[in-house]
């Protein structure tokens, strides 16, 4: 139980900086996923709150005691890492006794919380094996199994899930998020994977360049993303993003259609439309040349342009639709609730 | 299932494996036959006849307690070279391991050793250690430390152990960096985070995780200090003072080649194959069992 607080964290390696001053203060018990493509210092940030890295500026706290120059056992925290990272000449139970048994633990105990564990992980029959006998998802158990057993006040996730397959993958998310929500712990994890980071976090962090250029519900961020990074960022298929002109309420595209929108705006704007908020509309003024559809089942994306705009367009329409059906010049509406304006040159939302 | 290339026929898989058989054959089997052979007999001092002594030359040797010293000699010589080449080069490929700066230059510099024939590194020590003009002996005399490995036993096995260990530290280096670069960055991390100092890691991650190496180095060091050490032992102490460095490599050759005495020197090759051999299967029968994780 535990909260942590990272306050205008810097890394520079020499007199490269690849970490731009990141903050958030982290609530007992909250689960903040770190989201961002590669390369963006996400997991530079995390080996940083568990001590693997050295911070070069800013303050880390956990539980309001500064640990900055604390090394990484003396930091309470525990973390499960891409690779799981298992010491492969132990037994299951080793591994998972190995931090206890460091600790001078009393035996009796390291059998009952390893016990209680694997009986949590349904790790209970393999506590004999070695690593290399378990296939993916029991390594993955095991890893999560060795950061509950110290009882730690913060876990940390790097990239956990990366190395397991798509089906695995769905279900150890909903064991990692039931799993945190039972025991209440305080939690960072760091992933590309925007549909992790949405289903698993209370609160993310969209991380590009070394910049937090939002932190905030999955919700909000998508809904409101801050910024064009975070807007293209999260939401699958990305979000249409179109340079135009601001006209009041209404954004003006190249090729003279104006959308439009909730806020004033003047000058030049991106404007921004999700691909499942257009809606076909006979008197729409979008027109869009339909080139490929892909069937989803639940959903249909159509691929093709904006008539008068060379740029890649992306429609999701609800329900099945045939190519043959589809292709060819098709118009669509969007409610102006549902758009999104951003600054052309900072990328900055425009709320007014 | 293994995945193996089947050839047709007999005559090309036997070409292929022939240069290899040759070799043993010329190299090996020959000699050792040889060696088996003329173990059983006696030659007279000129060479000119030989006389059939069966297991004579064997029963000769095992009386002898100047054989038998020699295996006490064999046996703290090539422990000691075991221990200090491999201690050493552990110790600096730890060190070289967490270098981020320079460990190119620093790997390098290291290896340069054991491009130096044995011989060599031998005449080299002599130079140096000798009791009339080598700087480190004329140093140890400043320091009020009398060294003569010429006439002091210690002195002598302890600098055939250095020269001999000097050229394999690098070989051993080599082996445990690469080692220690193969256990992965995170299992150290991950013990790290679980609470252990580096001690700890060693004793408890590092040290299991390297011990295929370790074993492995253990098998050719040894046989490294029974054989290929002659050309050192020749050139600093001929085995002396008073037999204290002669090892059974080099018994073999002064028996038979100073003492002209081929019977005997035979019967000391073929319990030094045996010897060999008998550690060799022990070693990988019981120490291999337990490095493998």
Known sequence: MATLSLQDIHKSYGATAVIHGVSIDVNDGEFIVIVGPSGCGKSTLLRMVAGLETITGGDLFVNDARVNDDEPMARNIA???????????????????YGLKIAKMPKAEIAERVGKASKMLQLEPYLQRKPRELSGGQRQRVAMGRAIVRDPAVFLFDEPLSNLDAKLRVQMRLEIKTLQRELGVTSLYVTHDQVEAMTLADRMIVMN???AEQIGSPLEVYETPATLFAAQFIGSPSMNVLPGTGTGRGVQLANGVTI??????NGPVMLGLRPEHLVADKAGPLVVLVKMSEPLGANTLLHGQIKGIDQDFVVSLPGVHREADIKGERRFSIPAAATHVFDAISGKRINA | MEKRVIFKGLWLPLLLVAPQMVITAVFFFYPAGQAIWQSLFIADPFGLKSQFVGLGNFEYLL???FYRASFLTTAIFSISVTLVSMGVALYLALLADRLIKGSGTYRTLLIWPYAVAPAVAGVLWMFMFNTRVGVVAWYLGVLGYDWNHVLNEAEAMGLVVVASSWGRISYNFLFFLAGLQAIPR???????IDGAHFWTRFRTIVWPLLSPVTFFLLVVNIVYAFFETFGVIHTITSGGPQQATTILVYKVYSDGFVGQDLGSSAAQSVILLG???LLTIIQFKFIERKVHY
């Open chain 1, 260 to 265: 439009e929108t909730a806020v004033l705006c």
């Open chain 2, 186 to 192: 995170s299992v150290i991390e991950a013990a790290a």
């Open chain 2, 63 to 65: 009386a002898d307690p």
């Open chain 2, 275 to 277: 010897l060999v051999g």
């Open chain 1, 79 to 97: 973390m499960v890492f891409q690779n799981y990272a298992l010491y492969p000449h132990m037994s299951v139970f080793d591994n998972m006794a």
């Open chain 1, 209 to 211: 360049a070394g910049i």
